[in-house]
């Protein structure tokens, strides 16, 4: 990790790029000028080909929801997108690096960073910019904030208004943490040859930008930390709590909150928890934030009553905000709410449901998830009709959310709609795409819409009778992999691979050796994910292919068509009533954990398996459980860094 991000803040001070700079002087032009230094940085992809911000931004995409254009003529940025943030402090420049960006596993894009050079300094350190200020006067800064495309050469500015604050700087090379936050920075496009602002240049205004990073987030999967977050009552039965592991410790780490905790999820680089916890009021699961070990809980939204509780969280993928279902509105009238990940009041996205609905309470969400530039939420939910799972897509950072329906009871018929047991997947094209049985559909099929609710349609490549199972989405958001069967083979679920903007029919992945069985179905899982590996060279999925109805863990190639590995054994081999119920890549590809009742049937414990190219193999026990308790899967295992 050490080695990349040096790589990246030599390129970035080399270019002069997008500098904002305000505090001590110094001498010299690089990361050696000057005293101790913290530096942040963020990579986004805002230029265009073009590099034409007005073009890009005006438009709507600018990562974190555009606000138009100011009254100077300004593209307005409401948020700067912070993915995969990164941090470490360098010894060798005393300077500590940052780094996010607006989508996964970029290799090169611009880069946003704050610089702190200390000096002893106290926190919070805050440092407003000015119109008067040029890169020459502000060398060696105090703090200091740039842009670049390290690959662009017209793509330089500098910022003139605004402020930058810095709430904590470590100077530890092994561990650390840098969080600062910008506010209404405005960014004039800059000549650094001549250190003046480009004539007629361009401009754009970041109106916030918050990070929290720690050394080890390390989220280009490198050989950094690298921890397995998981929920359930693994220590006490019925008493759920979140637990953290990072291979190759020997035990697990949990953290204690109020009496439990109902749900959770973490941020992409693993530097924050958001939880339903009952902290002050037991039985009543306000929305908190905590810290990985669970010290400083922040309440982010209270519940209005005893026995009302958040039951599931979405953290965004800029962890700017967190979706959440609770029943706020009423006991047992659950609904997807929104907040900022900092807090306040909750605002719902769930759609009316009808009035004089005689068991409203039956109307809830099924699922949910965030769009990946975190600007939109699917919710997939029986809200007009019980067992009829509509999908509404809903804008969701914008003053006032409107539920925008894609698929309506009527178009469902006398069938079920929407898939409840899939997560509803997002393109890199911006698409959702969904299993879903309309009112025409003999079975299961997949289907697509845009962010806007617009341009439903069943994939078109997908062959005409096929019905789908389990399926998943490459990091990237290009690469769709699922279980399908064919008319001449019903109901035994090969594994496949094809475009996720289908543009061309699916590639047979599995050996394609599977018969029709005498009942139910055979091979890859109908209700279970497909987990497509962060360096998409490998997939895992659960399914029978050993013995019908024991649900193991398999893997095959990304490329090519070979028998799936049996790559774990679990319980006594034959035994129909031992399951793999969930599976999670570590980042870095190496490494499978999942969940399986292995030792005591409907006892779920979590297993790792470190070899993914073998058959057959013991797993490693992880976590287990007492008598009755588990390892849950409706709250599932991840990994930090996300990929």
Same mark, same amino acid.
């Given at each position: 990790?050490?080695?990349?991000?040096?790589?990246?803040?030599?390129?970035?001070?080399?270019?002069?790029?997008?500098?904002?700079?305000?505090?001590?002087?110094?001498?010299?032009?690089?990361?050696?000028?000057?005293?101790?230094?913290?530096?942040?940085?963020?990579?986004?992809?805002?230029?265009?080909?073009?590099?034409?911000?007005?073009?890009?931004?005006?438009?709507?995409?600018?990562?974190?929801?555009?606000?138009?254009?100011?009254?100077?003529?300004?593209?307005?940025?409401?948020?700067?997108?912070?993915?995969?943030?990164?941090?470490?402090?360098?010894?060798?420049?005393?300077?500590?690096?940052?780094?996010?960006?607006?989508?996964?596993?970029?290799?090169?894009?611009?880069?946003?960073?704050?610089?702190?050079?200390?000096?002893?300094?106290?926190?919070?350190?805050?440092?407003?910019?000015?119109?008067?200020?040029?890169?020459?006067?502000?060398?060696?800064?105090?703090?200091?904030?740039?842009?670049?495309?390290?690959?662009?050469?017209?793509?330089?500015?500098?910022?003139?208004?605004?402020?930058?604050?810095?709430?904590?700087?470590?100077?530890?090379?092994?561990?650390?943490?840098?969080?600062?936050?910008? *506010?209404?920075?405005?960014?004039?496009?800059?000549?650094?040859?001549?250190?003046?602002?480009?004539?007629?240049?361009?401009?754009?205004?970041?109106?916030?930008?918050?990070?929290?990073?720690?050394?080890?987030?390390?989220?280009?999967?490198?050989?950094?930390?690298?921890?397995?977050?998981?929920?359930?009552?693994?220590?006490?039965?019925?008493?759920?709590?979140?637990?953290?592991?990072?291979?190759?410790?020997?035990? *697990?780490?949990? %953290?204690?909150?109020?009496?439990?905790?109902?749900?959770?999820?973490?941020?992409?680089?693993?530097?924050?928890?958001?939880?339903?916890?009952?902290?002050?009021?037991?039985?009543?699961?306000?929305?908190?934030?905590?810290?990985?070990?669970?010290?400083?809980?922040?309440?982010?939204?209270?519940?209005?009553?005893?026995?009302?509780?958040?039951?599931?969280?979405? %953290?965004?993928?800029?962890?700017?905000?967190?979706?959440?279902?609770?029943?706020?509105?009423?006991?047992?009238?659950?609904?997807?709410?929104?907040?900022?990940?900092?807090?306040?009041?909750?605002?719902?996205?769930?759609?009316?449901?009808?009035?004089?609905?005689?068991?409203?309470? +039956?109307?809830?969400?099924?699922? @949910?998830?965030?769009?990946?530039? $975190?600007?939109?939420?699917?919710?997939?939910?029986?809200?007009?009709?019980?067992?009829?799972?509509?999908?509404?897509?809903?804008?969701?950072?914008?003053?006032?959310?409107?539920?925008?329906?894609?698929?309506?009871?009527?178009?469902?018929?006398?069938?079920?709609?929407?898939?409840?047991?899939?997560?509803?997947?997002?393109?890199?094209?911006?698409?959702? %795409?969904?299993?879903?049985?309309?009112?025409?559909?003999?079975?299961?099929?997949?289907?697509?819409?845009?962010?806007?609710?617009?341009?439903?349609? +069943?994939?078109?490549? @997908?062959?005409?009778?096929?019905?789908?199972?389990?399926?998943?989405?490459?990091?990237?958001?290009?690469?769709?992999?699922?279980?399908?069967?064919?008319?001449?083979?019903?109901?035994?679920?090969?594994?496949?691979?094809?475009?996720?903007?289908?543009?061309?029919?699916?590639?047979?992945?599995?050996?394609?050796?599977?018969?029709?069985?005498?009942?139910?179905?055979?091979?890859?899982? @109908?209700?279970?994910?497909?987990?497509? $590996?962060?360096?998409?060279?490998?997939?895992?999925?659960?399914?029978?292919?050993?013995?019908?109805?024991?649900?193991?863990?398999?893997?095959?190639?990304?490329?090519?068509?070979?028998?799936?590995?049996?790559?774990?054994?679990?319980?006594?081999?034959?035994?129909?009533?031992?399951?793999?119920?969930?599976?999670?890549?570590?980042?870095?590809?190496?490494?499978?954990?999942?969940?399986?009742?292995?030792?005591?049937?409907?006892?779920?414990?979590?297993?790792?398996?470190?070899?993914?190219?073998?058959?057959?193999?013991?797993?490693?026990?992880?976590?287990?459980?007492?008598?009755?308790?588990?390892?849950?899967? $409706?709250?599932?295992?991840?990994?930090?860094?996300?990929?």
């Amino acid at each position: 990790m050490g080695n990349r991000l040096h790589r990246i803040g030599l390129l970035l001070l080399a270019g002069g790029a997008f500098a904002a700079c305000a505090g001590s002087s110094g001498n010299g032009n690089d990361l050696g000028a000057g005293g101790g230094h913290d530096f942040a940085a963020a990579p986004d992809d805002l230029s265009a080909a073009s590099s034409d911000l007005a073009v890009r931004d005006g438009s709507g995409r600018d990562g974190g929801g555009s606000g138009g254009f100011d009254g100077g003529g300004c593209v307005v940025v409401n948020t700067w997108p912070n993915l995969n943030p990164f941090a470490t402090f360098d010894s060798n420049f005393s300077v500590t690096y940052e780094l996010s960006t607006d989508q996964a596993m970029v290799s090169a894009s611009n880069v946003l960073s704050v610089e702190d050079w200390h000096a002893g300094a106290t926190y919070p350190k805050s440092v407003t910019f000015s119109s008067t200020d040029t890169y020459a006067s502000t060398n060696a800064c105090d703090v200091c904030v740039r842009l670049q495309d390290p690959t662009a050469t017209d793509f330089n500015f500098f910022a003139q208004a605004g402020t930058a604050t810095v709430t904590e700087a470590d100077q530890d090379p092994a561990n650390g943490r840098m969080k600062a936050t910008l *506010t209404n920075v405005k960014l004039v496009e800059w000549d650094f040859t001549n250190d003046v602002p480009v004539a007629g240049g361009r401009c754009f205004i970041i109106n916030s930008d918050s990070f929290n990073v720690p050394w080890t987030a390390n989220t280009d999967g490198g050989t950094g930390a690298q921890t397995l977050w998981f929920w359930g009552d693994f220590v006490t039965n019925n008493v759920s709590q979140v637990a953290s592991w990072a291979p190759p410790a020997a035990t *697990t780490s949990p %953290i204690t909150l109020g009496s439990q905790v109902n749900a959770f999820d973490v941020t992409r680089d693993g530097s924050l928890l958001v939880v339903g916890a009952d902290v002050t009021t037991t039985g009543q699961f306000d929305l908190y934030s905590v810290n990985p070990d669970g010290s400083s809980p922040q309440l982010l939204a209270a519940m209005p009553a005893a026995g009302r509780k958040v039951s599931d969280v979405r %953290i965004s993928p800029d962890g700017q905000w967190v979706a959440f279902v609770a029943d706020i509105d009423g006991a047992g009238l659950r609904d997807v709410w929104i907040v900022p990940i900092t807090g306040g009041t909750p605002v719902k996205l769930s759609p009316a449901r009808p009035a004089g609905a005689a068991t409203p309470t +039956q109307l809830v969400p099924s699922q @949910f998830d965030w769009s990946r530039d $975190s600007q939109t939420v699917a919710i997939a939910g029986d809200y007009e009709v019980n067992s009829k799972e509509q999908l509404y897509l809903v804008a969701a950072t914008v003053a006032s959310p409107a539920p925008v329906t894609a698929i309506t009871s009527a178009a469902i018929g006398a069938n079920s709609g929407v898939g409840t047991s899939q997560t509803i997947l997002w393109t890199a094209g911006g698409r959702a %795409i969904f299993k879903a049985r309309l009112s025409a559909d003999a079975g299961f099929r997949l289907y697509g819409v845009d962010a806007n609710g617009a341009n439903l349609a +069943q994939f078109t490549r @997908f062959p005409a009778g096929a019905q789908v199972a389990g399926m998943g989405l490459s990091p990237d958001g290009t690469l769709l992999a699922l279980g399908a069967d064919s008319v001449a083979q019903p109901n035994a679920y090969e594994l496949y691979t094809m475009p996720a903007d289908d543009s061309a029919a699916p590639t047979l992945r599995s050996a394609g050796t599977l018969l029709s069985p005498a009942s139910s179905h055979i091979g890859v899982d @109908f209700f279970q994910p497909v987990y497509v $590996s962060p360096d998409a060279t490998k997939i895992a999925f659960v399914g029978d292919f050993v013995t019908t109805g024991r649900e193991e863990l398999f893997v095959v190639g990304a490329t090519g068509s070979n028998a799936p590995i049996h790559v774990a054994t679990v319980g006594t081999a034959g035994d129909a009533t031992r399951d793999v119920k969930w599976a999670a890549w570590k980042p870095d590809s190496s490494t499978l954990a999942f969940i399986a009742d292995s030792r005591a049937d409907n006892d779920f414990e979590l297993y790792t398996i470190a070899d993914v190219t073998t058959a057959d193999q013991t797993p490693t026990l992880v976590q287990g459980v007492p008598t009755s308790g588990d390892v849950q899967e $409706s709250q599932p295992p991840r990994w930090t860094p996300a990929p």
